[in-house]
């Protein structure tokens, strides 16, 4: 990845642009509000007003918004669109779609399971560090959360090699000084795909370009018929084009907002505190696991200090299958990420071996995958029952309940 980029930069630009003085004035003159340069903060403050005081029922596979809080949020914010979609899902609201990606990437709400229902919940703790920050920290603070932290994979889709701030380096060019016009859908094709239309709706929130939007035709959606780069968003760009072309702010595991403060606290000096996300790291006790295939389940106790590979070997001894193949755990993690965490002999870490069970950052009611066999394919649903206290009598796995018979690993003509 180091060797792309530095390929992008020497092709793009081998002397890095840096800011002209009247950008520079720019920046250092404005002061941050509800309102400018972008309408970021007051259309958030919407979103998390919509959870209080419970919370929102979502979908059970990507947890994404359902469609009676989607029409009356739209109509709340400050750029509510037209869209004439009979069926329509939440990335048919670009804004409230961006907006979603912010709100699970700060880690200011998180998903809860109720039974079989997945609850968008917001998380005590993260909202009173939001509410303790000032205007210009909470906008440089959502401006992480979507060029560092933003996964696609939270809003369901798939996540490529370069993430948002990138995306947006490569739009940037690609509209001119007098703007880019989309005199029909057809034009506006290439652009919804890349860099998405949530991308250009968190564009506008940030103040960085404007959007004109025309009328929608029956069943096409979202209608955008011109892009304005804005003189801030230049500047901004400015200043995120070497950080973004040289990989530097390439996410990790563990989400920490402040990446960007060096770079525009000498423009914006109230940018002091960050974001304090909760529930990250090791936590202790004994972990209860459900796990299931097919109508057969085991319940399985282990202690948070023992590596997630005792965890694949004491499911198969539950199951009387082999050790003889690879395996792979995945779930989505607190921000809505997909983690996937793999046997000791495969390319890519994590590895299971060096993972332990207590910084799997899951919530009793969360689920994991756990994928054995990738020839035969055997998917155990495994679910995170309850974290119990410490208990020194419980020093290794135990199988805590046995249902049903265990599928058959390997079939057989004698089998018939």
């Known amino acids: 990845m180091e060797d792309l980029f530095a390929r992008l930069e020497r092709t793009l630009n081998p002397e890095l642009p840096s800011l002209t003085e009247s950008q520079q004035t720019l920046l250092q003159e404005l002061s941050i509000d509800e309102n400018q340069p972008g309408t970021i903060l007051r259309d958030f403050q919407t979103l998390i007003d919509s959870l209080q005081p419970n919370g929102v029922e979502v979908s059970s596979v ?74 210009t920290e909470r906008y440089f603070n959502l401006l992480e959360a979507w060029l560092i932290w933003g996964n696609n994979e939270i809003l369901g889709e798939h996540q490529d090699s370069f993430g948002n701030l990138f995306r947006c380096i490569q739009l940037w060019p690609r509209v001119p000084d007098k703007g880019l016009k989309s005199p029909k859908y057809e034009h506006q094709h290439d652009i919804s795909y890349y860099p998405g239309l949530h991308n250009f709706a968190l564009l506008e929130l940030f103040g960085l370009l404007s959007i004109k939007h025309g009328k929608p035709t029956e069943g096409k959606g979202w209608r955008i018929t011109s892009l304005q780069r804005l003189p801030f968003g230049d500047a901004m760009l400015q200043l995120l084009f070497p950080l973004g072309i040289r990989g530097e702010l390439q996410d990790e595991v563990n989400v920490t907002f402040g990446k960007l403060q060096s770079h525009f606290q000498p423009f914006f000096p109230e940018w002091e505190h960050n974001l304090l996300v909760s529930k990250q790291g ?118 805590l309940e046995v249902h049903g018979n265990a599928p058959q690993q390997y079939w057989s003509e004698d089998d018939e």
């Open 62 to 135: 990507n947890n994404l918004l359902p469609l009676k809080v989607l029409s009356e949020l739209n109509s709340c914010l400050s750029h509510p669109i037209e869209i004439k979609l009979k069926r329509p899902v939440q990335k048919s609201y670009p804004y409230i779609n961006g907006l979603y990606l912010l709100l699970r990437s700060s880690g200011i709400a998180q998903i809860r399971s109720q039974g079989k229902k997945q609850i968008l919940v917001l998380d005590a703790a993260t909202l009173q560090s939001w509410s303790n920050l000032n205007l």
């Open 282 to 399: 090791f936590t202790d006790g004994i972990y209860i696991f459900k796990v299931s295939i097919s109508k057969a389940w085991r319940r399985i106790a282990i202690p948070a200090k023992k590596p997630l590979s005792w965890l694949a070997e004491t499911i198969l001894d539950a199951f009387d299958f082999d050790y003889d193949h690879l395996y792979e755990f995945s779930y989505k993690d607190y921000f809505g990420r997909i983690i996937k965490i793999g046997h000791a002999y495969m390319e890519t870490p994590p590895f299971a071996d060096q993972v332990q069970i207590g910084d799997v950052s899951l919530e009793p009611g969360g689920k994991m995958t756990y994928l054995y066999d990738f020839g035969d394919s055997w998917k155990f649903d495994v679910q995170l029952e309850a974290i119990n206290p410490p208990d020194n009598k419980i020093k290794k796995p135990k199988i």
